[in-house]
């Protein structure tokens, strides 16, 4: 089992930068692929980005080229860099770890990004 705990979120201007950390417990963390999702006020949680066990990502298009994930396994902690904020980035960031088999899927407290104009 691996619990995780998000942290960094805050409040930055618009065009600036912030980096959120999860930090996470459990064996055999390796095996898990990572993810952060967001859900804004109002909005349904949406996919931000993921990282495979193997080390591929995958980014919504929303943050193509601005927001950068990466993790460290023998630290135990998977990071979002976000560079270039924008207002539409405000939301709650979750951090997530899943795997198939066997099946587990975990989510953080949250940790909130509100990005001002």
């Known amino acids: 089992q691996v619990q995780v705990v998000e942290s960094g979120g805050g409040l930055v201007q618009s065009g600036g930068s912030l980096r959120l950390s999860c930090a996470a417990s459990?064996?055999?963390?390796?095996?898990?692929?990572m993810g952060w999702y967001r859900q804004a006020d109002g909005n349904e949680r949406e996919l931000v980005a993921t990282?495979?066990?193997?080390?591929?990502?995958n980014y919504a298009d929303s943050v193509k080229g601005r927001f950068t994930i990466s993790r460290d396994n023998a630290k135990g902690t998977m990071y979002l860099q976000m560079d270039s904020l924008r207002p539409e980035d405000t939301a709650v960031y979750y951090c997530?770890?899943?795997?198939?088999?066997?099946?587990?899927?975990?989510w953080g407290q949250g940790t909130q990004v509100t990005v001002s104009s």
């Open positions: 990282i495979t066990s193997g080390d591929k990502t």
């Open positions: 997530n770890a899943r795997r198939e088999v066997p099946y587990f899927n975990s």
């Open positions: 459990g064996r055999i963390l390796s095996s898990y692929t």
